[in-house]
């Protein structure tokens, strides 16, 4: 059956060893990634590795130069309209022709899929605050980046695949925004969010992936991917930590020093003792410290 896998897994989405290069330039390399139908999927990157790529060449809008996807049960190229048809995409860049309103746009958008949309986008105008009558070209990059969620979403499309989607959003919009995609997700669509905003896929992603220099290098739950022994330990004072290892992302402060610590607690407890400190911290460290060594050091335990 289509879109399924060992007789019971549907996918959304499935790659098998998908890769691009423009010319000898790397694109993604043997990228081997499933979206499960009704998960909301996280795809973290830094900017430049392979995230829009990844996106484009799922779509059909690039050929990819080896290797194999499929959207919905579909073969990205062969069925490339169909799945633009039954998708709600949002690129990181909106651009829409000039001298359109923005009801014009969304109308047009409707119209591309046979569909009459007109009242679930009343709904969506409102609820992202959208004048349906501004010109295109008079809109700021926020109202800009409103209409393309609007032409993604008033279809209702059982899968919504959205590279960085909030850029350009105020905060008020960005959680409307996110209410949106929970309430579409909660009615069984799937949602793949590419994003470099680690806080978005935490607060909202179920299992995530991380693309490093355009391959896959982790692939988990987020709280397993969120995982880590190292601690985030500040100190307020003067302390010799020459003979201490595990301590990387040392940073100096006015009064001490910042430090990610992933060592024996024993040895750094007997240091700070004999230290002359006025003040010690040691927490977890936040979401962005614990991801950023997938990002420098291709997912190497901190």
Known sequence: MPGMR???????????NLTKYYGKARGIIDLNLTVKEGEFFGFI??????????I?????????????????GMDCQKDRM??????????????????????????????LRKKNCDAEARILCD???????????????????????????QHRPELYILDEPTSGLDPLMQKEFFELLEERNQEGAAVFLSSHVLSEIQRHCSRA??????KMIACDEVSVLSRTNARRVTIHGDADLAQLTGIRDLQKLHDGL???????????????????????????????????????EGGQEA
């Open 258 to 296: 910042s430090f990610l610590y992933n060592g024996e607690i024993q040895p750094l407890m007997q240091i700070l003792a004999q230290a002359d400190l006025t003040d010690v911290t040691i927490a977890e460290p936040d979401l962005e410290e614990i991801f950023m060594h997938y990002y420098t």
């Open 56 to 72: 484009r060449t799922l779509l059909g809008l690039i050929s990819p130069t080896s290797g194999s996807g499929r959207i919905l």
């Open 127 to 153: 609820r992202l605050q959208l004048d349906v009558n501004r010109k295109v070209e008079e809109l700021s990059l926020g109202n800009r980046k409103k209409v393309g969620i609007v032409c993604a979403l």
């Open 6 to 16: 060992d007789g019971t897994t549907k996918y959304a989405i499935e790659t098998a």
């Open 209 to 214: 992936a991380i693309i490093r220099e355009g």
């Open 45 to 54: 990157g830094p900017n430049g590795a392979g995230k829009s790529t990844t």
């Open 82 to 111: 169909e799945i633009l048809n039954r998708i709600g995409f949002l690129p990181s860049e909106i651009s829409f022709y000039r001298g359109m309103r923005v009801k014009e746009v969304l109308r047009f958008s409707a119209d």
